[in-house]
């Protein structure tokens, strides 16, 4: 019975060490991540010298020759027209938000991705395509969405290999965090950059019920390209497959099947194709039952 007890604890302790060890990994693939947005935002061209405004000339400087172009700017339409530009310059560079919708469906779901419809945007950078999963994977409520499915995945006992209590529960957490995470920086930013692909939702925001839902769920294998035109959504299918091929570092060792990578891959498919669905209908919903346009 001693040996027994140790021979337990010792297969619980080197489990936690693993636990501890997949977590380190996953945050250095995090902070990798975050560590290629900071190294491309420091290259992007900083301002041309000659952008800077000119200096004021001497005869502006006077107070005779400011009173005489302050009324001139009052009746010449002319030299209203840089002001006009100035004063648009912000409504221009909000231009994509605007378009865009909520943030966040209900307050619950992250709704980053989802663009209005008869939309015209411009190509996404690689930048702005990390940012966009940055801002999926570490919302507020991206964490709570991975606490219910642990939660769920805790109480069928998906992985006996965690056992009960509050450790266990963490351990079905962070895979869960980990899991959702991973996907969507593939699926939204890594394959994206090389397939130049749009990772966003355009809505169509017109139809009948099941003539939208099917457009949304046909998005799963179209997609938009940054050209403007349409093709297969490699990114959708390789993404989600490579961060299912990748959450086998850190799930036990006799849960590292094909079957059940095929099915945690198949699991956020199908998750983005509800999300798709959801993100369709949500303008309706804002409508009709919070009356907001």
């Known amino acids: 019975m001693i040996l027994g007890g140790k021979k337990r604890r010792s297969s619980c302790n080197s489990r936690a060490n693993g636990d501890f060890r997949f977590l380190a990994e996953l945050f250095a693939i995090v902070a990798f991540l975050a560590a290629t947005c900071a190294a491309h935002a420091q290259n992007t061209p900083a301002t041309k010298p000659d952008e800077t405004p000119p200096a004021p000339s001497d005869s502006q400087t006077k107070p005779d020759s400011t009173t005489s172009s302050q009324s001139d700017k009052k009746t010449d339409p002319q030299q209203q027209l840089p002001e006009a530009a100035s004063s648009s310059a912000p409504n221009q560079q909000n231009g994509a938000s605007d378009n865009q919708q909520t943030n966040r469906i209900l307050w619950v779901m992250p709704n980053y991705r989802a663009v209005s419809a008869n ?175």
């Open 119 to 293: 939309t015209e945007l411009p190509p996404m950078s690689v930048k702005e395509k990390f940012v966009l999963a940055t801002h999926d994977s570490l919302d507020y409520t991206s964490c709570l969405f991975a606490g219910f499915v642990a939660g769920y995945e805790y109480a069928s006992r998906e992985y006996p290999e965690f056992h009960a209590e509050y450790a266990g529960y963490g351990r079905y957490l962070w895979r869960s965090f980990a899991d959702q995470a991973i996907a969507n920086y593939f699926t939204e930013a890594v394959v994206p950059a090389f397939t130049r692909e749009d990772p966003r939702y355009y809505t169509l925001g017109h139809g009948g019920f099941f003539h939208r839902t099917g457009y949304a769920i046909s998005r799963l294998m179209i997609t938009k390209t940054d050209s403007g035109g349409t093709r297969f959504n490699v990114s959708e299918l390789l993404g989600n497959g490579m961060g299912a091929a990748v959450s086998n570092l850190y799930y036990p060792a006799q849960e590292r099947t094909l079957m059940k990578t095929s099915e945690n891959w198949g699991t956020q498919f199908a998750a983005d194709g509800v999300a798709n669905v959801v993100k369709e209908f949500w303008p309706d919903i804002r409508r009709r039952f919070f009356k907001q346009k």
